[in-house]
């Protein structure tokens, strides 16, 4: 598997770390229980194009959101995830 | 009183050759971290001083005394030239870092065994961050062959990993002559 990160092209995956679902980009506001325990713990597991946290640790160090097919494991997009963030707001 | 010695990361491991492949020391007069505020116009004192702007991802450009190298998302290292007074997060890093030199023909083998880059497509001066082995890595792509960076303490491991590829390498070529 290998990856195209936005700063250092295509990568192999070794390179990369691997944290989790890109929810947990969109935190919840401090206090709101319901909306953190949705954050922390509910996520939709589909057999389809899943949007993850990835971050090219042993390259430029730029947390990465990264959206693939499971089931395919195709790419089908690698953006940096201060610009994903930058755009939501 | 202690008397405290000095000693540069590779002391006494370097330099080391095999087959077609050297491995040698590398010693830069200082190593300085830079990573710039989002105003670039703060930068000015910089390019007065060393003359050129701050090189793009995966590049070096020389400087007046030195030069700079792109090490990852928004950081820099000047390598040997003095850095002015500048408004910007800089960190002096000299004594955090093992540099070696691989040079010789069987350079590019030796990368293609330990790194998982593909080397031989690099040009002079460009720069990547990735592995050498399991340990990060700077890597600079120079004329005759390959820049390397590592922290320093893993100057031992780098020297290690590396001369025994260079063994592999030298033999493999004994072998297919
Ligand atoms: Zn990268």
């Given at each position: ?89 | ?70 090490t990852g998302q928004n950081q820099f290292f000047v390598l040997d030239a003095e850095v002015p007074a500048l408004d910007a997060a800089v960190t002096d890093q000299s004594d955090a870092w093992a540099m070696v030199a691989l040079g010789g023909a069987a350079a590019i083998d030796v990368m293609a065994r330990i790194c998982p880059l ?60």
């Amino acid at each position: 598997m290998r990856l195209t990160c936005p700063i250092c092209g295509d990568r192999d995956r070794r390179e990369f770390y691997y944290l989790g679902a890109a929810d947990y980009l969109d935190r919840p506001v401090e206090g709101e229980a319901e909306a953190t325990h949705r954050y922390l713990h509910l996520r939709d597991n589909p057999a389809g194009v899943t949007r993850d946290l990835w971050q090219h640790e042993a390259g430029c160090a730029a947390w990465l959101v990264v959206e693939r097919n499971v089931t395919t494991h195709e790419i089908l997009q690698v953006s940096l995830a201060k610009d994903e963030i930058r755009d939501a707001r | 009183m202690v008397e405290l010695v000095a000693r540069t990361p590779c002391e006494g491991l370097l330099p080391y050759e095999a087959g077609e492949a050297e491995l040698s020391e590398i010693i830069p007069k200082r190593i300085t971290s830079l990573a710039p505020f989002e105003d670039s116009t703060l930068l000015k004192p910089l390019k007065t001083a060393l003359g050129v702007e701050l090189p793009a991802p995966g590049q070096s450009v020389k400087a007046k005394d030195g030069r700079i190298v792109w090490t990852g998302q928004n950081q820099f290292f000047v390598l040997d030239a003095e850095v002015p007074a500048l408004d910007a997060a800089v960190t002096d890093q000299s004594d955090a870092w093992a540099m070696v030199a691989l040079g010789g023909a069987a350079a590019i083998d030796v990368m293609a065994r330990i790194c998982p880059l593909d080397c031989a497509h690099m040009t002079a001066s460009q720069v990547a961050r990735s592995l050498i082995g399991h340990m990060p890595a700077i890597i600079i792509r120079t004329k005759t062959g390959f820049e390397i960076m590592v922290f320093r303490a893993f100057a031992k491991t780098l020297v290690n990993e590396v001369s025994h590829v260079m063994d592999a390498v030298a033999a493999r070529g004994a072998l297919s002559t």
